[in-house]
């Protein structure tokens, strides 16, 4: 079997690339195993060397890196050399803040020294997706490596040059021998490499049946795993909001990356007395969006990834407006070579629609109306899934509601909804758990080790519950 780049504008294999032999795949745990065992040992001045020069070469191939996820994924151009050069800064951040984070930290009890140090586990293996094909393995690799573990990259078959592109990038900066590998394996390896008694966490970004299949495999293992799944994540509006602001930054989180983002707003719930008139804006502003090859500049959407998620993309709006969803705008693909599909406008699902509770990973609006804030909170919720929310009010009593009231993992106020190096990333219910990024990120992937030394003049109080 051979793993191929597929180009999403035109259908055209580009690359094709040999899976693993079992004999290699071997080579390559062994040399993860190896590499960690001195890595370990390496001082945070020598990481924090290697990951800075890691953001710089992010930096100057932007350019390169960009072209080569629009070919993979069909991203539009820019934003793929965005993604690249925001990939540096997750490097950066943990350049400057790793080694403050990972301090050991002091506690008090009764006299003794007492103190939890950070350690690294060891291999950890990423199962990442493709439509943040740097981004996502940035985030994960940058604090992983300067924790002190090594990565083991799973990526998305249809990026393969992104994984090799990774793993040179690593190298380059001057990162050892195996301390980043890209493995090109089937699916069904990935229960092997998850057994394997040398790797010691996992974390995956993908679908919520990924998530379960991957969460299981980790638990039979009793291994740490890190899941980051979908979402259908509310945009709430009401009516002290800047509905301008508002009805632009929308149709900006829905077509994020041609749809195809797990903390893209998809269902959008506005307060009644300002509905029709969002709506109106909406549509409008959703029907000015330019469709096109993704290399050129003037391209507002680019193609799905594949031709199987337009295929389920298509089937939940059908299914949608079968039952009775009102359809405002667009609803099928576009035809032709390549996977497009128009930017496209539902609203008023009823509650056994996909449109109303799943998520829609591509470019499709859901319109909801709210009776007032109660109501928002309780559509907002009336989904399994629990990543992002982004509010829009300039109410302070409003904004306390909408925080607590959520249930997701992040909260945005009159916002898009964004990943950043220096914020907690995660979501509860099918969403995941565990967080990336920021302080939480970095210790994820630790052994949180506690440390008590008692002096030599008398031993510590028993404990209440002793032995524990």
């Known amino acids: 079997m051979a793993i191929a780049t597929i180009s999403p504008t035109t259908g055209k294999t580009l690359r094709t690339f040999d899976v693993l032999s079992s004999e290699e795949l071997e080579r390559k745990l062994q040399r993860a195993a190896e590499t960690f065992r001195s890595y370990r040992e390496t001082s945070f001045a020598d990481r924090a060397r290697w990951m800075r020069r890691a953001a710089e070469i992010l930096e100057v191939e932007a350019p390169r890196f960009g072209r080569m996820m629009t070919e993979e994924m069909g991203k539009p151009l820019e934003a793929a050399k965005a993604e690249s050069i925001k990939s540096a800064t997750a490097c950066r951040y943990y350049v400057t803040r790793a ?30 997706p493709w439509n943040f094909p740097f981004w996502q393995v940035v985030r994960f690799a940058a604090p992983a490596l300067m924790a002190g573990n090594v990565g083991l990259l799973k990526h998305a ?136 090859d993704p290399m050129d500049p003037k391209t507002d959407v680019g193609p799905l990834a594949t031709p199987g998620i337009l295929e389920g993309l298509h089937a939940q709006v059908q299914e949608s407006v079968k039952a009775g969803t009102r359809l405002l705008l667009g609803g099928k693909p576009q035809g032709g070579p390549g996977n497009f599909y128009p930017p496209t406008v539902l609203a008023d699902p009823p509650p056994k629609a996909p449109a109303f509770h799943d998520e829609l990973f591509g470019p499709v609006a859901t319109l909801l109306r709210a009776r007032d804030l109660e109501h928002a909170i309780e559509l907002a919720n009336a989904t399994p899934f629990g990543l992002g929310a982004s509010v829009w009010t300039q109410d302070a009593n409003e904004q306390r509601r909408l925080i607590d009231g959520i249930e997701a993992g992040m909260v945005f106020v009159n916002a898009l909804v964004a990943s950043d190096a220096r914020l907690p990333f995660g979501g509860v219910k099918h969403s995941g758990h565990g967080r990336e990024l920021a302080d939480l990120g970095i210790r994820e992937f630790v052994n949180a080790k506690t440390v008590r030394i008692t002096s030599a003049s008398g031993a510590p109080p028993p404990s209440k519950h002793a032995g524990e």
Request: glycine share 8%; net charge negative.
């Open 157 to 292: 078959s249809n990026v393969p040059q992104c994984a090799i592109a990774l793993e040179e990038i690593f190298r380059t900066a001057g990162f050892p021998e195996g301390a980043f590998q890209s493995l090109f394996i089937e699916t069904s390896e990935v229960n092997r490499v998850i057994e394997d008694p040398r790797v010691k966490a996992v974390t995956l970004t993908g679908s919520e049946g990924a998530g379960r299949a991957v969460g299981a495999a980790a638990g039979r293992a009793i291994k740490k795993v890190v899941l980051e799944l979908g979402g259908s994540d509310p945009f709430i509006v009401m009516p002290s909001a800047d509905l301008d602001k508002a009805v632009h930054t929308a149709v900006s989180a829905r077509l994020i990356n041609n749809g195809q983002s797990c903390i893209a707003a998809k269902r959008f719930i506005v307060a009644e007395p300002i509905a029709q008139e969002f709506e109106r804006r909406f549509v409008e502003r959703m029907k000015t969006m330019v469709v096109g």
């Open 99 to 128: 080694e403050k984070l990972l301090r050991d930290t002091p506690i008090d009890v009764d006299g003794d020294t007492a103190f939890v140090r950070y350690q690294p586990l060891g291999p950890v293996l990423a199962i990442m």
